[in-house]
């Protein structure tokens, strides 16, 4: 049985269910425990768990990041909230050469199970140094898995199973989705790392996106369906690994693919999904691969400029238009 419930009860549920499911999880962050989370997400964990399993750190990503990846090799399995993406730059050097090589460096001999999870990306008019999309760059990383959600079900489903995984899992979420409702069902679900979602189905094009684009993805498809254009809509989920087989199934059927995304222009998963496309269904291409992603520049705070910055559904709209013209 479902029920509507939002973006943070979602991930929240998640989280206190793989609690009481395993011992060795643990939650730590800033503002966690006695604040209830930055976003409400851990509210009332404190209180079910107490302080040994829901633990509020000092401002220092880098150090609470480092106890995480120590506790993670000794038998345990934590779970570090990021107040955002954008300051956990300061803990990549334990996400990148300590978390994500573990494994390989060790021979096998430890595994490195943390969910890093937070939100990512634009939340408005926080300026440059607080909007950034990091999936390109956790996902060049090899050791790490990424999901990027954008929706309740989703959120949940996935985030239990990033729990389970005996990998690092970098979990991107969004500030301004953290109130979104949808439904979840009651009972217990896991959804499989790796595997995208056709949210829509299409004939003439296909739109690919992932986190919050997915609202501009689904817009600009609702729009197009009133011109008689049918686009098939595809949430990625997962970064990485990357299901490839959803994406190239889908663009051999409508011959056209438009990606939607927030990040820079430059090395971002639009770049490789484009040249995956391009190697693995060219011959079923009737139009050049087209995508739409954030300026190539920083975001500034009037929001004259957040707006331009930003993909959103004209903009994706008139893509998708053009992909049309030049098929014909």
């Known amino acids: 049985m479902s029920r509507i419930i939002s973006f943070r009860q979602a991930l929240r ?21 006695q604040y209830n989370g930055a976003y409400k997400v851990s509210q009332g964990m404190l209180d ?33 909230e990021f107040m955002t993406w954008n300051f956990a730059v300061l803990a990549l050097d334990q996400i990148l050469n ?41 996902a060049n990383i090899p050791g790490l898995k990424v999901i990027s959600v954008s929706n309740p079900y989703d959120a949940k489903g996935l985030l239990k199973s990033a729990i389970r995984d005996q990998d690092p899992v ?9 109130g979104d409702e949808g439904e979840v069902p009651e009972e217990e679900y896991l959804i499989p790392i790796g595997k995208a979602d056709i949210k829509r189905a299409g ?32 949430d990625l989920r997962t970064i990485r690994p990357l299901d490839w087989h959803t994406i190239v ?13 927030e990040q820079w222009p430059f090395a971002s998963v639009s770049s490789e999904i484009s040249y995956r496309v391009q190697k693995e269904a060219f011959d ?7 995508r739409i992603t954030s300026a190539d520049t920083n975001m500034h705070y009037a929001p004259t400029l957040v707006a331009a910055y930003l993909p959103d559904v004209a903009r994706t709209v008139k893509l998708v238009k053009e992909v049309m013209y030049m098929a014909k």
């Open 48 to 80: 079910e768990f107490g302080p040994r399993r829901i633990l509020d750190t000092p401002i220092a990503e880098l150090g609470f990041a480092a106890i995480a990846v120590g506790a993670s090799t000794n038998g345990t399995r934590p779970i570090v």
């Open 249 to 261: 199934e889908s663009v051999k059927k409508t011959n056209r693919l438009v990606i939607v995304e």
């Open 284 to 290: 079923y291409l009737d139009a050049p691969i087209r």
């Open 98 to 138: 300590h978390a994500a090589k573990m494994v390989s460096m060790s021979g096998g001999q430890f595994s490195c199970p943390i969910v890093f999870r937070g939100p990512n990306g634009s939340a408005g008019q926080l300026g440059a140094q607080h909007s950034q999309a990091f999936e390109s760059w956790y």
């Open 170 to 178: 970098v979990f991107m979420e969004s500030e301004v989705m953290y």
């Open 13 to 33: 549920e998640a989280m206190q269910e793989e609690m009481r499911r395993d011992d060795s999880i643990f939650l730590m962050g800033e503002e966690v425990a």
């Open 203 to 234: 004939t003439d094009v296909t739109i690919v996106s992932f986190n919050k684009m997915m609202k501009v993805a689904l817009g600009a498809a609702e729009e197009l369906a009133k011109e008689g254009i049918s686009a098939e809509v595809i």
